[in-house]
């Protein structure tokens, strides 16, 4: 609507600042989400297709998060804006459906690795409650609440006090052996690596070795470093930097927070993320990128492309900067907090 009415575009200058970093997890044909509640994290290599386009040819420089650092670091301001592309978590699709369409427009992008989910030490474990729910008219927590799942709503219900009972409760640590004991009661598979949609180290080096691509960190266990210790926080994000560096032969500059909300990464994650000497850290928090943001480059904000809406105007009118405000209560600049 926004972007109809002309008000995005004669915001765009004052909200829309240097540019944006988009968010995207899943890129596939079929965006399927068994009950729903995590479709928002696909879209389809079709959308990703004309959001490219589209931004082309309004003359948007793409770049890489690299180049977006330099940018940001020197303030200057341009004609152009800037749009990096940031993909979350390394989901086998960006290889097979994102990848082909980076490709075909020239357009750098960021893949944020969590070396866990390839080596099986950690569990994408939104999908697998999803599954489980899906399949089960009833699941108990071992020690927990219980949730009666026969009928759709019953069972969104139960994935929604389920990932609260996950993120604030139980702690970090806590919630891999709880869902594994969970799904064995269920005689359901957990965590077997094949069963994860995640690249593996062969396809990270395959897709990493084309210099469209930036590999970053994103914690090994994608733990909320906000419920961890300062000094496992910070080991956190050295060991997932060490492992990808091992595995790919570059160690990744650039590192986003697992979950990314203000719940999850505050100052004190990005000043860590800084010390460890990651030159960009991004946040889930909604925002565009302004020359404010040189002393802010480890909680950066990102526009997500909501897989819900895959309609083009709604990722233009975010991009614009002009829902921005709305988002963050008037703050331009989204601190870390
Ligand atoms: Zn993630």
């Given at each position: 609507m926004a972007w109809h009415s002309g008000l995005a575009q004669g915001t765009r200058n004052r909200f829309g600042g240097l540019g944006s970093i988009i968010m995207l997890h899943r890129v596939r044909r079929d965006c399927i989400s068994p009950l729903g509640v995590?479709?928002?994290l696909s879209i389809t290599p079709k959308f990703l297709d004309e959001i490219l386009a589209s931004l082309r040819s309004e003359g948007t420089e793409f770049v890489s998060m690299d180049e977006m650092a330099e940018r940001v670091k020197s303030g200057a301001r341009r004609d152009r804006r800037f749009v990096a592309v940031t993909l979350d978590d390394g989901y086998n699709d960006n290889l097979n459906h994102a990848y082909p369409v980076f490709q075909k427009h020239s357009v750098p992008f960021t893949v944020y690795v969590a070396p866990g989910f390839i080596e099986g030490a950690a569990v994408l474990w939104w999908e697998v409650a999803e599954k489980l729910i899906a399949k089960a008219a009833y699941i108990k927590v071992p020690g927990g609440p219980e949730w009666r799942c026969s009928t759709l709503f019953q069972k969104r219900a139960a994935f929604h006090g389920l990932m609260r009972y996950f993120s604030y409760t139980l702690t970090e640590l806590e919630q891999l052996p709880v869902l594994r004991e969970m799904c064995a009661a269920a005689d359901m598979m957990c965590g077997v690596t094949a069963d994860q949609d995640v690249m593996t180290w062969k396809q990270l080096r395959q897709i990493s070795a084309d210099p469209l691509c930036t590999i970053g960190g994103h914690t090994v266990h994608h733990?909320?470093?906000?419920?961890?210790t300062a000094g496992m926080a910070a080991q956190e994000m050295r060991q997932s930097a060490d492992m990808i560096g091992d595995e790919l032969g570059k160690r990744p500059a650039h590192f986003a927070f697992p979950y990314g909300s203000a719940k999850a990464a505050g100052r004190r994650e990005a000043d860590i993320a800084a010390q460890e000497g990651f030159v960009s850290a991004v946040t889930t928090r909604h925002g565009t990128i302004h020359v404010e943001h040189h002393a802010n480059l480890h909680a950066l904000p990102r526009i997500s492309i909501n897989g819900r809406f895959q309609k083009l105007v709604y990722a233009q009118t975010m991009m614009s900067g002009v829902t921005t405000p709305i988002a963050n209560a008037g703050r331009r600049v989204v601190q870390g907090g």
């Open positions: 995590t479709r928002s733990y909320n470093l906000k419920r961890l």
